[in-house]
């Protein structure tokens, strides 16, 4: 999830596309269309099961889908969403601004750990924040040592989500906010000064406008994070459409409702991808053709540096360094309550199992994807190549309710085994894997492949002689993405993992279920370490 | 011209960059009324003097004073604000998510709905884009941008106009047609201007007075014609134009040079070792097999050709004739200076002479 940004750079890259090189022979051409297409016919799936649905719906399901109980589903949904790209906004805008535009002490150490939480997968923070905060936290058995007090107000519900996702997903628009104001033209509002407007008006009239794209497109992240979040509202028991879907698929196993809700659920994901494409195109439209780019001189703050270090201490204390405190100290005390660490290596090699072959699997399947797109540009392979990110979006509990539906309808055998887990995973995550090689394809000039062909060798010679080894770190960046981020995956891990299959983040899951929270303290580090890889690769990228 | 006050004065300013010194206790004046042309190469301070004047950045000395006030002193700094100092910026720097008429009204705050609608049509006719008020600024061409970057810094009448090497995003044609319309304007508001460029005829053609920056420090102010023609230093003589110097000595009947004895006032003492500076017009040559230089390459230009003359010193000179003299190269021939005027001189003394080289065309 922490890969949206890197999707988006290949996305802008594809408007450079290279002029379309000669085309290859039509063995290798259809060897590489044959793969794609499979991986088409993958990610079409959840889409087809959607549609057979709806399209075979009963009265039923149009009843269930405009029932009074969807429409306040929906109204939880949103509220949610909104509540907490709002939120993040008011956090991530002075913190964006101060680390890039002022003399604040340490202003990029800030900016760093303020993007930190990003590595924190949902459930986990949902899990520290409970073990907390929640019954039985660290906060409550101090409170009723000391004072006797038993009761505390419960976190469960809209306040304790929204406050959890926040500060989870706050980053996504202070990255893109920081971005944009380092690409903005610093005349812009030097001009707005020379001409009559002092700081203040100058921030409203000119740099927030300026800002209004940036801050459209984090909102618009965190809403999608929102929309297909399952691990954090299920553990503050907040019912918006994935949590519903689930029970209603394990509880009341009544999958046409959950297909119902599913389609509802798509639909929204889907508009606000089609929203998001539009405000990008409209970004560009406005972005200015500064030729020189200059830093801006930093604002002095004086005394106002006390008021912005308490800002920013504050923020990171509460997405940051409380969590981390409180994993330290249920580790501990699981360590001190000689907890069985054995079940946690079973279910690290499970994890490390599903997501090894998750990432070999999208590295099969996205080179010839990626290949495709830019070396032979066109109608085809570009609608390949959106289907792999529409598949992105979409929330893993719709993907493997499809799964479900197909595995048991057409090849009972398959259901609940690893290759269904594997082949969700996969359409989960290919976009991620396609990305990066395409970037490093794009990096590859046509007209060296072209001398190879000259110097005599066969298009199947050039590619794996030549080809495949440029992009070596292209496709071992992808790998890592993939392998590290199915790691983190619970929706379709809980509904598709073969029985007795526990994987770390299931084991999380299910240990905060039952607020046994020394129990999940140490898969839910493994996961942290885990998550923290890919920020890293992309942090390293981005700065090489 | 009859000037009254100075409109803009800095006295001993300085201004360091992470120990690069951009300014150095560094004077101007620029009268009222006037355009004056701030010419340097890349790294000589221009752009930071500006945004100095417009209050962008605090000197770490000095004063700076708009029609007798001062706007920044070790007492005083005025915000950029409140300056009334317009600027042009290299990029035009236009509001994008504003249109053309909302850009030119953004410093009209003072003044009514209906004054400002009225000012800023005032201000598009007077550059030529009458009615261009819904327009956003990417659907403009970059002269037309450029000319409302110029209508809305001059729409709140400010007390100066800073221009920031306003035409180099221009392309060739282009630049040359706004350049003559920019300075008609500029002549027609009376506005007093301080125009930034590399360019050296663009700063002849646009200023009232040259001044040329080098290192921080002012080499030379005066008209074009005298910054031209009598460059106060070496390094004015080479940056103001396609200068060659050839060795001399200075003699009581003027200096006497491998090109000719230059007939001439000079400044110095007889006997003082002299660098003349010769521009491609102040030579001449014909072909003669005994000549003093040798025709190292001829550039056909179309009217005039400009010819590449080795000296026997090995010092290189340019030469420009008419298409009808026509030498090819390699022939022999004797080269003479004659300029029609005084050609600037500079002392060696204590110095060693500048190598030869042939100054890029």
């Known amino acids: 999830m922490s890969l949206w940004s890197y999707t988006y750079e290949a996305i802008i890259n594809r408007r450079n596309r290279p002029v379309a090189n000669c085309r290859s022979p039509l063995h290798l051409s259809l060897s590489l269309w044959l793969v794609g297409g499979l991986a088409a016919a993958a990610v079409l799936l959840p889409i087809l099961y959607l549609l057979v649905r709806a399209a075979g719906a009963d009265q039923g399901t149009w009843a269930l889908i405009f029932q009074p109980a969807t429409l306040s589903t929906l109204g939880r949904t949103l509220s949610l969403a909104l509540t907490v790209s709002l939120a993040s906004a008011i956090i991530a805008l002075p913190l964006a601004w101060l680390t890039t535009r002022t003399d604040l002490p340490f202003g990029k150490l800030w900016f760093i750990l303020g993007t930190l939480p990003l590595v924190i997968p949902s459930y986990v923070g949902a899990y520290l924040m409970v073990a907390s905060l929640g019954p039985r936290g660290m906060l409550s058995q101090l409170l009723n040592s000391l004072l006797g007090i038993s009761h505390l107000p419960a976190i469960y519900g809209f306040t304790g989500a929204a406050y959890v996702l926040t500060l989870l997903s706050y980053p996504y628009t202070l990255l893109s906010l920081r971005a944009a104001l380092l690409g903005m033209d610093p005349a812009l509002e030097e001009a707005a000064r020379s001409l009559g407007q002092n700081r203040w008006r100058t921030f409203w009239r000119i740099t927030l406008p300026q800002l209004r794209p940036a801050l459209a497109m984090g909102s618009l992240l965190i809403i999608l994070y929102v929309l297909r979040d399952f691990g954090a509202v299920s553990i503050m028991r907040y019912n918006t459409f994935t949590r519903v879907i689930y029970l209603q698929y394990s509880a009341a196993f009544d999958r046409a409702s959950a297909a119902a809700l599913s389609l509802v659920l798509v639909s929204l994901t889907v508009s606000l991808l089609i929203i998001e494409q539009w405000l990008r195109g409209r970004a560009r439209f406005h972005a200015s053709a500064a030729s020189a780019r200059r830093t801006p001189p930093r604002i002095t703050l004086g005394t106002w540096r006390w008021p912005a270090l308490f800002f920013c201490a504050g923020v990171v ?205 140490f898969p839910a580090l493994i996961l942290i370490v885990a998550s923290s890889i890919p920020m890293a690769v992309l942090v390293i990228q981005e700065h090489r | 011209m009859n000037y009254r006050q100075s409109a803009l004065e800095c006295v001993q300013l300085s201004k360091t960059f992470a120990e690069v010194q951009a300014l150095r206790s560094f004077n101007l004046q620029v009268q009222q009324g006037e355009i004056l042309s701030l010419i340097g190469p890349s790294g000589c301070g221009k752009t930071t003097l500006l945004r100095l004047i417009a209050g962008f950045d605090c000197p770490q000395a000095g004063e700076i004073r708009l029609q007798g006030k001062i706007v920044v002193s070790d007492a005083n700094f005025v915000p950029p604000e409140k300056r009334g100092v317009g600027m042009v910026f290299q990029d035009y720097a236009l509001f994008p998510h504003l249109n053309i008429g909302a850009n030119i009204a953004f410093g009209l705050d003072r003044l009514s709905k209906e004054q400002r609608t009225a000012r800023s049509a005032e201000m598009l006719d007077m550059v030529g884009l009458a009615g261009y008020e819904k327009r956003l600024p990417h659907e403009l061409s970059g002269g037309e941008r450029q000319r409302v970057a110029l209508a809305r810094a001059l729409a709140p009448a400010p007390v100066v106009l800073l221009m920031d090497e306003p035409f180099s995003n221009l392309d060739a044609d282009r630049r040359l047609q706004m350049r003559s319309e920019v300075r008609h304007i500029l002549k027609r508001t009376g506005i007093t201007c301080v125009f930034v460029t590399h360019d050296q005829e663009e700063a002849l053609f646009m200023g009232d007075r040259l001044a040329v920056l080098n290192q921080g420090q002012l080499e030379q102010v005066g008209t074009p014609e005298q910054v031209f023609q009598e460059p106060s230093s070496q390094f004015v003589a080479e940056f103001m134009g396609q200068t060659d110097f050839v060795p001399g000595i200075i003699t009581p009947a003027g200096i006497a040079t491998e090109i000719g004895l230059l007939n001439q006032p000079v400044s110095l003492p007889p006997g003082s070792l002299v660098e003349v500076a010769v521009r491609a017009d102040d030579v001449i040559f014909q072909l003669d097999p005994t000549g003093n230089a040798q025709v190292e390459e001829r550039l056909y230009r179309g009217a005039t050709s400009l010819y590449t003359l080795r000296l026997p010193s090995g010092r290189i000179v340019h030469s420009l004739q008419a298409h009808t003299h026509q030498v090819s190269p390699g022939s022999r021939v004797q080269v003479l200076a004659e300029p029609g005027h005084a050609l600037a001189h500079f002392s060696t003394q204590n110095q060693s002479a500048p190598e030869a080289r042939a100054v890029p065309l």
């Open chain 1, 317 to 521: 204390t509460m997405g940051l360094l409380i969590p981390a405190a409180v994993l330290v100290h249920w580790l501990v005390r699981g360590l001190q309550a000689g907890e069985r660490l054995l079940p946690v290596w079973e279910s690290t090699g499970n994890s490390l199992s599903a997501s090894l072959l998750a990432a070999a699997a999208t590295l099969v399947v996205g080179i010839p994807v990626a290949y495709l797109g830019v070396r032979h540009p066109g109608r085809a392979s570009r609608a390949l190549e959106s289907l792999t990110h529409t598949a992105y979006a979409l929330p893993g509990i719709v993907i493997a309710l499809a799964l479900v539906f197909f595995t048991t309808n057409f090849a009972l055998p398959l259901y609940q085994t690893l290759p269904v887990l594997v082949l969700a995973y996969t359409i989960l995550f290919l976009s991620q894997a396609t990305s990066s090689q395409r970037t490093a394809l794009l990096q590859v000039p046509p007209g060296i492949e072209e001398a190879a062909r000259s110097l005599g060798r066969t298009p199947r010679q050039v590619l794996t002689s030549i080809t495949l080894p440029l992009i070596r770190p292209g496709l071992l960046t992808g790998f890592g993405l993939v392998f590290l981020t199915a790691m983190k995956e619970l929706p379709a891990t809980l509904i598709l993992s073969p029985l007795g299959f526990k994987t770390l983040a299931v084991q999380v899951w299910s240990a905060v279920s039952e607020a046994f929270f020394a129990q999940a303290a």
